[in-house]
């Protein structure tokens, strides 16, 4: 399974031939313009640094409610949470998306802004990739990430959503959370794009954007 970081919580997933995009940001953040193409794209909620569909190109199916998404080759499932720990009235819902494809389950927070409860833990728990937010303020912090991420117990993880030398939002970087792991269980790989299956032996895997 190839995963590639365009930056913020944008990432594109191909597994078995099936391509995906999460969350697409406008072009008022710094990163790069998203060239890939996908059949699926996920908006988690309804900012623009998450839900720019119409910036990209090809032809490809929204996922971006609660009805999720079931075919022969790919299942979608949306999952109501919220942007913040007062039940959406600061910031709104957000939608956390459990995504099968052939024999990998993904995890897509989106931006998560609090800790999960039983149920929906017990929905995502050992998945084989957890895509997660850590850099607080607009989302859940590097404290909550770890408690969540320690709780799904996913094959591997990658943080999002946190603050890199071109990105100037009122978040934490990376080490906030890295540093909550034994050293042996992050690595960090100065490129975009990984296939998950040659990091079986590490827990966190940071990439650098695009």
Known sequence: MKVKWWGHSTFFIENNGIKIITDPYDDSLPYHQIEDKADYVTVSHGHYDHNSAELLGGNFEVIDSLDGLKNSEIEIEAIKSYHDSHHGEDRGDN????????????CHLGDLGHLLDANIIEKIKNVDLLLIPVGG???????LAFIIARDIDPAAIIPMHYKTDILDFPINGVKNFTDKFEQNEVEFINRPEVDIENFKDKRVIVLDYV
């Open 95 to 106: 939608l956390i998306f459990l995504i099968n494809i052939g024999d990998k389950k993904i």
């Open 137 to 143: 303020n607009y989302t859940i912090d590097a404290e």
